[in-house]
């Protein structure tokens, strides 16, 4: 079944800065600090209203001259979820076709208002690098602050919850447009980057890379009453069982705001250290092998870091520590959470999955 609709933009964003949209909004104790989101719940109103109102309509996207974006809905024992699909300028349905999934944050949503798409303008990559780009949206009955859910365990495993639904997506998606097996990614902006570590556990046989922009580990849940007794190591393990005989070591690619006082740096640095982990689990032990300070004009200052073996293969991991950057995707979007003077964190998502392909 394939749906349309549109919601326009709320005319006031007067205090708007104030809504995080992390799955992971932490107090000094490092524990999940609910209050961070819940002042902010006038937004979330607005955009229920809003989005509320906004007309369904049958979508009949006809084959014409440049891109153009069509909408689906998943049905399936996990739930239902909407999504749109943006075709690149030069899409050829007979040819297999790269595919990005991309995840907002809370207090966001694919494709309608303080959307995925705008915030991250995948669409004006993918014109330009011929991909598929996939923006599913949050439902208010499942997350009132639009919120994904994988640091519930209910949404940490395959074949349930919010990873299933996003998973039947993406294989609807590559079964009706073409889409390339060996080239599908997935990249998410906070809860998103959230469930888009844990589809990478999930569902490693789905996805060739995973970029996490403001996001934490898998099964954080475990660790965050006490972050100095559970390890990354530990939550490693569990992300190793769960992949079990579908184990296979999906990149990693990590942004992250040094200012950022919603999910804070070590958030970064423990999803790294669980990676490594996860890869030493699986025999692919990886390193550093380069960490470069990089000062550009206009821009903020970023650590790049590349990990992975001395054998030529591509990085295992990469990461930006972006200085004085807050909760934000980096980059040129016009979304409330952007910042041009970081990263552009798409294009540098795109390269990184350029680099990777699922093994035939």
Same mark, same amino acid.
Request: hydrophobic share 35%; glycine share 10%.
């Given at each position: ?19 995080? /949209? ?23 109103? @607005? ?9 369904? *309509? ?10 153009? !974006? ?5 049905v399936g024992d996990a739930g239902v979820l909407d999504y749109q699909v943006h075709l690149p300028t030069d899409y050829d349905p007979s040819s297999p076709t790269p595919i990005m999934v991309a995840l907002h ?31 599913? *949206? ?11 859910? @994988? ?9 349930v919850g919010e990873p299933a639904m996003i998973a039947g997506i993406t294989e609807s998606v590559i079964d009706r447009y073409n889409g390339d097996r060996r080239d599908v990614h997935v990249s998410g902006a ?9 589809? %990478?556990?999930? /569902? ?23 972050? !100095? ?6 939550? %490693? ?11 296979? /070591? ?17 958030? %970064? ?7 490594? %982990? ?13 960490? *470069? ?6 821009? /903020?200052p970023y650590t790049y870091t590349r990990y992975g073996d001395d054998d030529g293969r591509p990085s295992a991991i990469e990461s930006y520590l972006v200085e004085g950057m807050g909760h934000v995707w980096p ?8 910042? @041009? ?16 392909? *699922?093994?035939?």
């Amino acid at each position: 079944m394939q749906r349309a609709g549109c919601a326009p933009r709320p005319r006031d964003h007067a205090d708007c800065s104030r809504l995080a /949209y992390a799955v992971f909004p932490l107090d000094r104790d490092g524990e999940v600090n609910v209050k961070s989101v819940a002042g902010t719940s006038f937004l979330v109103v @607005a955009l229920a209203a809003t989005l509320g109102s906004s007309t369904l *309509t049958t979508a009949t996207a006809e084959a014409s001259s440049g891109d153009r !974006d069509e909408y689906g809905q998943y049905v399936g024992d996990a739930g239902v979820l909407d999504y749109q699909v943006h075709l690149p300028t030069d899409y050829d349905p007979s040819s297999p076709t790269p595919i990005m999934v991309a995840l907002h944050g809370c207090g966001m949503t694919g494709y309608g208002i303080n959307s995925m798409k705008d915030t991250t303008r995948f669409d004006v990559v993918a014109n330009e690098e011929d991909f598929i780009v996939v923006y599913p *949206t949050q439902s208010f009955d499942r997350s009132p602050q639009l919120c994904w859910n @994988a640091i519930e365990p209910a949404h940490q495993r395959r074949g349930v919850g919010e990873p299933a639904m996003i998973a039947g997506i993406t294989e609807s998606v590559i079964d009706r447009y073409n889409g390339d097996r060996r080239d599908v990614h997935v990249s998410g902006a906070s809860s998103g980057a959230g469930l888009a570590v844990a589809l %990478a556990v999930t /569902y490693p046989d789905v996805f060739a890379t995973v970029t996490s922009a403001a996001g934490g580990e898998y099964s954080y849940d475990k660790a965050q009453h006490d972050l !100095d007794r559970v390890s990354p190591e530990y939550t %490693a393990s569990l992300a190793v069982e769960e992949m079990g005989d579908r184990a296979k /070591y999906v990149p990693l690619l990590v942004v992250q705001g040094d200012r950022d006082d919603v999910v804070r740096p070590v958030m %970064a640095e423990r999803l790294t250290a669980q990676w490594l %982990a996860i890869g030493e689990a699986l025999g692919q032990p990886a390193s550093t092998i380069e960490s *470069t300070r990089v000062e550009e004009p206009h821009r /903020y200052p970023y650590t790049y870091t590349r990990y992975g073996d001395d054998d030529g293969r591509p990085s295992a991991i990469e990461s930006y520590l972006v200085e004085g950057m807050g909760h934000v995707w980096p980059g040129p979007g016009a979304g409330l959470f952007t910042d @041009a003077a970081g990263i552009d964190a798409s294009r540098v998502s795109w390269q990184f999955a350029r680099s990777h392909t *699922t093994p035939a």
